[in-house]
Structures are given as C-alpha cells and as structure tokens.
T-cell receptor, first 116, second 114 residues
Framework: DAGVIQSPRHEVTEMGQEVTLRCKPI?????LFWYRQTMMRGLELLIY????????DSGMPEDRFSAKMPNASFSTLKIQPSEPRDSAVYFC??????????????FGEGSWLTVV | AQTVTQSQPEMSVQEAETVTLSCTYD???????LFWYKQPPSRQMILVIR??????QNATENRFSVNFQKAAKSFSLKISDSQLGDTAMYFC???????????FGTGTSLTVIP
C-alpha cells in the first residue's frame, strides 16, 4: 500500500518566494496533519483537517502560512512570502479517525525546505 | 493541556545490549493512546509501537516493548538486542481518545555503538 506521499522532497528557494508543499494522504484516511520540525522547536503541529475541514490551525505561525484540502486525496501547505526562519522539515501525516476512538497517524517522508 | 516529557536528550547502548527510553505524560483523561515513533537520519517518522491506555497488558513488537504505568503516567520503551539500525531519534507521543491531536515529546537521540 502507498503511504503518505509528499512533494517536493527537497526545496531550496530564495527569501520572498512562494513555496507550495503538497501531500497525498493514505487512501481511506479521513484526517490529515501538517507538522514542522526544527532543531529549536522540535515537532510542531501546524494544522489538521478532519474530513477535509480544517479543525485546528492554531499552530500556523502567521498569515504567511496557509493550508488547503480541496478533496480527500490532496492537501497543500503554502508559504508566501518565504523567510529564512521557515527553513525546516515539513511533514504531512494522515490517519483514519472514528468518532470516539483515536488511531495511529502515518507520516510522509517530509519536505526539506531551505530558504536562503 | 497534555504534555509529554522525555527527560533523556541523548542515550547510547552497545550493540546487542538492552536500553530503556523514558517518557512521562500529564493528562486528566482516563482513556488515551500512547506511541513511540522512530526517526532515523533519513528523517522518516516510523511508528514503533502503540499502547491503548485501557489495556493493562504492555504492548510488544518483536524487540520493542513498553512498560506502561498508568498511575505513574509513565510509558517507557525497551529495546532488546540493540542493532545498529536502531540508531535514531525516538519520540514519545500522546493522543486523547476524544481528540485527534498528537502531542509529542522532545525526543531522545539513541546511538547504538558497535
């Protein structure tokens, strides 16, 4: 079975440019998460969707960040304009969540972003 | 709020030996899930083991087992017969039964020494 698929795997961009990260969750999963990982702050949850609807975006650092999930099989995380402090590994993860029980989340391989 | 604490930033173990990584958490919930994830140098986050809080039996996956102490809110990971491929960052994570958000610890960097 295909896991969570992220693209691009690596991106180097100049400050001020727009960056779009893409994610395809595991088929059948109904929850999707975007995490950011840095040495200083560890793993941070940026936003998560349930049935394509954003549930909690309190982790989105500022207005430069936006995320969408137009359908069950695709999500984007956009940074515009990008800044050097946005350099990090961005993970997408998905899970199948039932009403009153949790479930394991599965991570993609991450998108390594470097903003110079 | 839920918090997850991993008090050992770095650990090392000789190959073939056993090592235990510590994790404590704070919650007022009675039912929840606990996880250990492994992150090797490739940065891929890989599920190692999962424990449901309502289950008294400790979860086991091959060489990996947990010691779940619900009253003490402790969830340690034991790796037996350590292998070089076990070298990685290990993250403990908590998930509420009624929510969907994972709370991660800060990680323990484990090095297996040949």
């Amino acid at each position: 079975d295909a896991g969570v698929i992220q693209s691009p795997r690596h991106e180097v961009t100049e400050m001020g440019q727009e960056v779009t990260l893409r994610c395809k969750p595991i088929s059948g999963h109904n929850s999707l998460f975007w995490y950011r990982q840095t040495m200083m702050r560890g793993l941070e949850l940026l936003i998560y969707f349930n049935n394509n609807v954003p549930i909690d975006d309190s982790g989105m650092p500022e207005d430069r960040f936006s995320a969408k999930m137009p359908n069950a099989s695709f999500s984007t995380l956009k940074i515009q304009p990008s800044e050097p402090r946005d350099s990090a590994v961005y993970f997408c993860a998905s899970s199948f969540r039932m009403s009153y029980s949790g479930n394991t989340i599965y991570f993609g391989e991450g998108s390594w972003l470097t903003v110079v | 709020a839920q918090t997850v604490t991993q008090s050992q930033p770095e650990m090392s173990v000789q190959e073939a030996e056993t090592v235990t990584l510590s994790c404590t958490y704070d919650t007022s919930e009675s039912n929840y899930y606990l996880f250990w994830y492994k992150q090797p140098p490739s940065r891929q986050m890989i599920l190692v083991i999962r424990q449901e809080a309502y289950k008294q039996q400790n979860a086991t996956e091959n060489r990996f087992s947990v010691n779940f102490q619900k009253a003490a809110k402790s969830f340690s990971l034991k790796i037996s017969d350590s292998q070089l491929g076990d070298t990685a960052m290990y993250f403990c994570a908590f998930m509420r039964n009624t929510g969907n958000q994972f709370y991660f610890g800060t990680g323990t960097s484990l090095t297996v020494i040949p």
